[in-house]
């Protein structure tokens, strides 16, 4: 990734921008990253709705297996004084 100030940033904007195209850009102000730069196509595929917990689950291999089992820890709470 390329990095970027603040100042070169806005005087070479066009080619910060066809940068972007092909990999994400780095902007810093006093040397501390601030923004990155990416393409129209990249932001679109990070966007994307991925849909619910619960369509997530469901799409699971494990979804409808019985056998699972989870394992609790079955020690004593501790002693708790107010």
């Known amino acids: 990734m390329h990095t970027w100030q603040m100042q070169e940033a806005k005087a070479r904007m066009s080619e910060l921008v066809k940068r972007a195209q092909s990999q994400p850009q ?3 102000v006093h040397g501390k990253s601030v923004a990155v730069v990416i393409s129209r196509e990249t932001f679109d ?7 619910s917990l619960v369509d997530f ?4 291999p494990l979804c409808g297996a019985d056998d699972i089992v989870f394992e609790r820890d079955q020690s004593l709470t501790r002693e708790v004084s107010f």
């Open 45 to 51: 595929r990070l966007s994307q709705t991925q849909g």
């Open 57 to 60: 689950m469901r799409r699971s």
């Open 26 to 28: 780095d902007i810093t």
